[in-house]
């Protein structure tokens, strides 16, 4: 339990639980106690997700530390198979936490339909977030993937979990009407995209300490980026067979850094940054229908600025 509550609080943006407190004010709730534990809810929903992430993309650094897994193989030292106890023990640590979180939104002092209607959020967050990544992984190393068909699973995999459903979550429990519940949906859509492109964009133009995680994990895994579909769209042919053959080599430090030099050669990550601003654009535009508060207007646009302008 120890190591489980040091992961959780290790650090992060907490943007989830920032989009919980704004949704449930904009639907006209009130910070209290009760919001607060239900924004620990989320972000403990958050933790389930990166403790399985990390084992699926095979990560050994998560905030500046090493991923729950290679702690735990660590650990197991002296194990016949320290790694297989370190999987082990971080697809439990997941599951517990999930747990965590559904017992904490049955103890939530809100009315019970609304803490229905929240309960069903959280729900729907765990299966589109599962269907993102189970889409993540089978596009991985897939030439055939369509642009279309990777800005779906992003709006799965990020979209849906890291803005829409904090923020309908915060209003389910504020007694949302079906009109703001809507209108907080195409907002996240729009913001949540443009989240996971910023995050492409630093994975490929940052470095590991500067955004606490492995910089080249996607590559390694031949993930089908936005940025990696772009970059090929912009080359010719013998480029892309360059390409194709270092991601299969992606397991080489020398394989990474000669991809890195051919996408950066085609200005993708550009590309990738001026959509990310792009969806952003629209988020902003919807601010004047969705409050004509001064005060929750702000915000919203602070909460769509920090979304595309963050450095880690």
């Not at 729950?68 to 997941?94: C, D, E, T, V």
């Not at 990020?158 to 519940?181: E, H, N």
């Not at 890195?260 to 990550?269: D, E, F």
Request: aromatic share 6%; glycine share 6%; charged share 25%.
């Amino acid at each position: 339990m120890r190591d489980i509550t040091q992961f959780t609080t290790r650090g992060g943006k907490r943007i989830r639980g920032h989009a919980v407190l704004l949704g449930h004010v904009l639907a006209g709730g009130t910070i209290s106690r009760s919001i607060y534990d239900a924004t620990v809810a989320v972000e403990l929903i958050h933790a389930e997700a990166l403790l399985h992430d990390d084992i699926i993309d095979r990560d050994t650094i998560r905030r500046r530390k090493p991923t729950f897994h290679m702690l735990y193989a660590k650990y197991g030292k002296g194990r016949s198979n320290p790694a297989h106890y370190g999987l082990s023990q971080a697809i439990i640590a997941g599951d517990y936490v999930a747990g965590l979180a559904l017992e904490l939104v049955g103890e939530l002092r809100f009315p019970a339909e609304r803490k229905v209607v929240a309960q069903k959020i959280l729900t729907r967050i765990a299966l589109l977030t599962c269907v993102g990544e189970a889409q993540d992984i089978w596009f991985s190393h897939n030439p055939q993937v369509t642009r279309q068909k990777i800005i779906r699973m992003l709006r799965f995999k990020s979209g849906q979990y890291s803005i829409v459903a904090p923020l309908q979550f915060g209003a389910a429990l504020a007694g949302a009407k079906p009109k703001m519940m809507a209108q907080l949906s195409e907002f996240g859509e729009h913001l949540g995209l443009a989240f996971q492109l910023r995050d492409d964009w630093l994975n490929f133009t940052a470095s590991t300490q500067n955004i606490g995680k492995d910089a080249a994990s996607d590559l390694r895994e031949g993930k089908s980026t936005l940025l990696l579909y772009e970059a090929q769209r912009a080359m010719g042919v013998a480029q892309r067979k360059t390409l194709v053959r270092n991601l299969k080599k992606a397991q080489d430090p020398r394989a990474i850094a000669a991809i890195h030099r051919s996408i950066a050669a085609t200005n993708a990550q550009d590309k990738i940054l001026r959509l990310a601003f792009s969806e952003a654009e629209k988020t902003r535009a919807m601010i004047p229908q969705i409050t004509k508060n001064p005060v929750l207007a702000r915000a919203l646009e602070q909460l769509t600025q920090f979304v595309v302008e963050r450095t880690a």
